[in-house]
């Protein structure tokens, strides 16, 4: 069973010393705080205690550099659902790495992971072509690895859900529908 509680609490103590960051539990939309005089430690917050939301905000912050942590969001381009196919295609972009990064921390604490196109109001564009990249991207962090603080929060996660480590290829054996593979 997957607590949210349980999440935190890795995180927390992971992170909190070394990074001064928080995961917080948020009511709306996730959001990314750097530290500031009304709050003295970072808060990356994800939606409405959703293990999943949790796990792909911690992704965006383990892709982060420094200086990104410091602005709000990280200060990267977001257009909310309802894109258009151009946005849609950039939006897909950025997300291959974080959602890549997502699919790890799923696989170490043992919960299924859903890709997500995240634009239900706008153009939709093919859910399968963007999973094969996103896990085309995981081979790739597999192969070459993955900065300390990925590694850090990865083996964590491993250690108390139980899950073998290392992760390795064999765990992401990912295969598109049959009528998609020919386009892949």
Known sequence: MHHINDLIAIFEHTF???????????DCEPVYLPA???TPYHQIVFAHGFYASALHEIAHWLVAGEKRREQEDYGYWYCPDGRDKQQQQQFESVEVKPQAIEWLLSSAAGFNFNVSVDNLNGEQSCRFTFQARVHKQVVELLKHGV?????SLLHALSVFYSIPWPLTASQFNW???QELSYAL
Do not use: C, F
């Not at 909190?16 to 948020?26: A, D, F, P």
């Not at 900065?147 to 590694?151: I, L």
């Open 175 to 177: 295969q598109p529908p």
């Open 147 to 151: 900065n300390t603080r990925t590694q």
């Open 16 to 26: 909190y010393q070394s990074h001064n960051t928080r995961l917080i539990k948020g």
């Open 36 to 38: 500031n005089s009304q």
